[in-house]
Every structure is written in C-alpha cells, then in structure tokens.
C-alpha cells in the first residue's frame, strides 16, 4: 500500500502516520478504525463548505446556501472525490468487507473521505484540513450553476415550465416490472402543450418519477431552443420524442442495495430533495 500516493492526491503529507492509518481503517478490520476521525471529519466539512459558499454566492439566500451545501456534502458528492482520488485501494477492511465488495461501497468510501479530513484536523489543524477541503471543492464550483446544483429533475422541470407559461407536467405509472421486492416502476411524463411524452424506470415510483421529469427537461430545452413560436404552432409527433429512450433512475436501488447497515448515520448526508 502505496500511502505516499494517497498524500500526494491529498495534497497533504502526515507528521503522524498513524493518524492516517487509522482513518483509512474500517472496523471490520480494527477496533481502532475511523468512525471517530469520521465524525469529526464531517464537522470540519460542513463548516468549510458553508463558509466556501457564503463567500462565493453573495447574494444567494439562507435556504439556496443550505441547499448547495447539503448536495455538496451528501454521501454520492463525496463518493465522486473519493472515486477521483483512488481511495478505494489504500481502504484496510476485514475479511468479510473484503469479500462483499466493500472497497466499493459508497457508504464506506465517503466515511473514509470524512475521517482522513478528521485525521488531517488532527494533524495539523483546521487550517490544513480547509485547504485539503478547497482542493476538493473550488475546481466543481467552477463549473456548476449554483441555481440548479441539489435541485430534482421534477423541480427543475415544474420551474423551467412555469417560467414559459406552461402547465404543469402529469405522470403516470404505466407498468411495474419484477418481484414484489424488487420492483421497477414504469412512469409516463406528458406535457400536452409541447408534445412531450416520455417515460422513465426507477426502483419507486418517485424514481421513476425523477427519471422521466429529467428525459422532459431535456425535451423541452431542446424544442425551445429551436424555435418557441415553431413549436406553438405544429407540436411534434409523439413517436419523435420517444426515440428519445427512456430515462433510467438506480439511486434508490443501489442506496437500498447497500444501506441496511447505517441507515440512521447517512440520514443527514443523502441530500435528498422531496418531490
């Protein structure tokens, strides 16, 4: 295990070994494993990323800052900088983890992500773990649009339809496939005045619902973008937008996949926006 790697991914190299040893330590493997350095990983990030975005977004409100940051921290956004730095190869798991596929688990790479910023804290102190923070942080802001980041695909879709004058879309479950325990719903998202009819599959119905709402979106920019006064005066053919495919959600499927264990510890990390 290479840990010179990981240091220089982080842009930070320990003084005590130990303490990043340990925050890459699971406890299947170790009962001196992370969960603390976790904890207090998960503070110093929340604190960072508030203060990253009042200083950035000077004029977003409370509630749209609150937003930002709980897409920023929750478990999928620190999963996507763990899969950037490679974390998984340097994760020391039990045996069982092992065999289960836990170097993939999203739960316990973002888990990992929080503690080596807890054992970064520890290190050196907070100035050191904000700036492995900003790393991490800055370059996505960069290129993301701060009004939209955390917002669902029904939201966006119902703000994007109101601000044309256009009425709300409807859904409806057209077919559910497999077992009762597995179930993936079929969802039809219509939106007359356009035209618009497509469909989306999760693994609930407010997946399938999400699903669909984003295959709309996408529609309904694209036939607004050609020509607005085109598109009110000959609607499009259904068949047209269905080759449009269908949207598939996994989200739900896959947090059901791997989250019988910590349901209560990632509730305040899912980030999830009702719909």
Do not use: W
Not at 60 to 82: H, M, P, T, Y
């Amino acid at each position: 295990m290479n840990l010179q790697l990981l240091q220089t991914r982080l842009g930070y190299t320990f003084r005590d070994t130990g303490l990043l040893q340990q925050a890459l330590t699971h406890r299947s493997h170790s009962s001196l494993h992370n969960e603390r350095l976790e904890f207090l990983g998960d503070s110093i990030l929340n604190c960072v990323v508030a203060s990253i975005l009042y200083e950035r977004f000077h004029n977003l409100a409370e509630g749209d800052l609150s937003r930002l940051r709980a897409n920023l921290v929750k478990q999928q956004s620190l999963f996507e900088i763990a899969q950037k730095l490679e974390l998984s190869q340097f994760l020391r798991l039990g045996e069982g983890e092992l065999k289960s596929g836990g170097f993939r688990r999203p739960s316990i790479l973002a888990d990992t992500l929080e503690a080596l910023l807890g054992a970064i804290f520890l290190d050196s102190g907070f100035d050191a773990a904000r700036a492995a923070i900003r790393s991490f942080y800055i370059p996505l802001l960069d290129s993301v649009d701060p009004r939209t980041l955390g917002k669902d695909a029904k939201t966006l879709l119902q703000e994007f339809l109101q601000s044309k004058k256009i009425s709300l879309p409807t859904y409806n479950v057209v077919a559910t496939h497999g077992a009762a325990h597995s179930q993936e719903f079929e969802i039809e998202c219509l939106v007359p005045k356009l035209g618009i009819q497509v469909f989306g599959r999760g693994g609930s119905r407010r997946a399938g619902e999400q699903a669909a709402a984003r295959l709309a979106l996408e529609t309904a920019e694209q036939l607004l973008q050609k020509s607005p006064s085109t598109t009110r005066k000959s609607r499009p053919r259904s068949a047209q937008l269905k080759l449009a495919g269908i949207a598939t959600d996994q989200t739900e499927l896959a947090v059901q996949a791997e989250e019988p264990q910590s349901q209560q510890k990632q509730s305040h990390k899912s980030g999830n926006t009702p719909a």
